[in-house]
């Protein structure tokens, strides 16, 4: 098993910042990518980005530029650092973590953007 534990959602105003953690406990020798997604309600869950072990990222279109995914392996952490955040931005935003079986969530933390 593996859990997961996200902070530093917030209230932040267009243009503004907010740096998101991802805290990975458990079974974390299992993971193999890492990755943040999101969900306004009664909309599909997006992905916004993920990172492997080896570091590789992929970005969703709409974050390419503002957002940056990175990775502490020795603190079992996943960071969102977003920046020029608009109002689209806002939306819950969950922790995810996959391994060759199983795909772990966190609980989510609420990221609201005013314009």
């Known amino acids: 098993q593996v859990q997961l534990v996200e902070s530093g959602g917030g209230l932040v105003q267009a243009g503004g910042s907010l740096r998101l953690s991802c805290a990975a406990s458990?079974?974390?020798?299992?993971?193999?990518?890492m990755a943040w997604t999101r969900q306004v309600s009664g909309n599909e869950r997006e992905l916004v980005a993920e990172i492997t072990n080896g570091g590789s990222t992929n970005y969703a279109d709409s974050v390419k530029g503002r957002f940056t995914i990175s990775r502490d392996n020795a603190k079992n952490t996943v960071y969102l650092q977003m920046n020029s955040l608009r109002p689209e931005d806002t939306a819950v935003y969950y922790c995810?973590?996959?391994?060759?079986?199983?795909?772990?969530w966190g609980q989510g933390t609420q990221v609201t953007v005013s314009s």
């Open positions: 995810n973590a996959r391994t060759i079986v199983h795909g772990y």
């Open positions: 458990g079974r974390t020798y299992s993971i193999n990518t």
